[in-house]
């Protein structure tokens, strides 16, 4: 069944992971490696026992929870017999998570990127087997998401201390200086993540007031999206770990560099790909539905929307970077700009000005007016950076 705590518990779990990378990065990039071996522990520790609380309260207070959400006292037997699986699930896999955090701050995006397909596969493959083979029903994909992840920290985890990543030795030295630096970027960051659920209902809103064919057409839209984006989802993972590096090092011009790469990389590849969607929009719509109205409108986002993934991706990643340069506030700044600035009220002045047509041109301007806007704000954030590590 549908869980309404799994967006925060992912908000918090990709917090952490940033914060994570974030630091134990720059740690390294200043040789300071013993130092990013006791911070890796520390953060270990501190996630484990943060989603250890949150599944336990969760837990004590469930039947508080489905009665706020409008369930009712029959749905019970249901929540303890799935809810009783899944928060161990979601312990191991934010416990699985971290691990990842630690390889990429490392440098290592292979051994995640296995793990990571690994444990799909093995929750894709043990599904069908638990709910139908061993007649589990509801609870065997909660069986299936918990073996998945527990087998993912049995990879991971290993390796991690085979290459000396994690101690557990000295944890506990400064502690508090050490624990307001990993809450100090995971807070922001949790709360960038949870900012795109709260945009994307406002724009489901404001497309709904078009019809049941709109609200269709914009979900396969969005199914597009994630698709193009890909991407700029590899460089928000790969990128920062080298930024912290070069931002520990004190190496500012290395860091301009990489992200003059990567910007111009991304934005050549997405104007690539949207120019392909735009030719082929007419069978790529019938495809996707048999509708002729959905199609039409599927026809437009892929006409409209595409190209200012570029800007998109320009913001997705400056976000990023501002985590790995530790101005997290700053990064946050930028998420509530985009969505909130730029986004929603462009497609409401589209939706406006010209109807739906008008709605999805306002959705790729927002995207390209947020990409301007992230680009003058990570600026400013770059330079202050700069100069208080220089201490100016």
Same mark, same amino acid.
């Given at each position: ?17 940033? !914060?994570?990378? #974030? %630091? &134990?990065?720059? /740690?390294?990039? @200043?040789?300071?490696? $013993? ?6 522990? =520390? ?8 989603? !250890?609380?949150? #599944? %336990? &309260?969760?837990? /004590?207070?469930? @039947?508080?929870?489905? $009665? ?6 029959? =749905? ?317």
């Amino acid at each position: 069944m549908y869980n309404p705590y799994l967006s925060a518990f992912i908000g918090i779990q990709v917090g952490i992971g940033i !914060a994570t990378t #974030a %630091l &134990i990065s720059q /740690l390294l990039g @200043a040789n300071k490696e $013993q130092q990013a071996k006791e911070l890796a522990g =520390l953060i270990v520790l501190i996630g484990s026992v943060v989603f !250890a609380v949150l #599944a %336990l &309260i969760t837990w /004590l207070f469930r @039947a508080q929870i489905v $009665q706020m959400l409008g369930g009712t006292p029959e =749905l019970m037997p249901y929540v303890d017999e799935f809810w009783a699986i899944w928060l161990v699930g979601a312990f191991f896999g934010a416990f699985v998570y971290f691990g990842y955090s630690i390889c990429r701050a490392n440098g290592n995006t292979l051994l995640p990127g296995f793990g990571m397909v690994a444990t799909s596969l093995i929750n894709i493959a043990l599904d069908p087997l638990y709910i139908f083979v061993f007649d589990l029903g509801l609870a065997g994909a909660a069986w299936a998401t918990l073996n998945s992840f527990f087998l993912g920290v049995l990879i991971i985890y290993p390796q991690i201390f085979k290459r000396g990543w994690m101690i557990f030795s000295h944890i506990f030295n400064n502690f508090v200086e050490k624990t307001r630096s990993i809450l100090s970027i995971a807070l922001p960051a949790m709360t960038s993540q949870l900012l795109p659920a709260l945009s994307s209902m406002l724009a489901t809103y404001l497309v709904a007031s078009h019809g049941t064919e709109s609200v269709a057409a914009w979900g396969m839209g969005i199914r597009v999206e994630f698709f193009s984006i890909i991407l700029v989802l590899a460089m928000t993972m790969s990128l920062p770990p080298m930024i912290g590096k070069a931002y520990g090092a004190q190496d500012f011009g290395h860091i301009a560099l990489l992200l003059k790469l990567a910007i111009k990389s991304l934005v050549i590849w997405q104007l690539g790909l949207a120019v392909i969607l735009w030719l082929f929009e007419a069978p790529i719509s019938q495809a996707l539905t048999g509708n002729p109205q959905i199609a039409e409108i599927v026809g437009w986002y892929l006409m409209y929307i595409p190209a200012s993934y570029a800007l998109l991706g320009v913001c997705m990643l400056l976000v990023s970077a501002s985590n790995a340069i530790s101005r997290p506030m700053d990064g946050l700044k930028i998420s509530v700009a985009r969505l909130f600035i730029c986004y929603v009220p462009c497609m409401y002045l589209g939706s406006i000005i010209n109807d739906l047509p008008g709605l999805m041109v306002g959705a790729a301007a927002g995207n390209i007016l947020a990409g301007i806007v992230s680009i003058w704000m990570f600026r400013r954030a770059f330079a202050q950076a700069k100069a208080k590590r220089h201490g100016v």
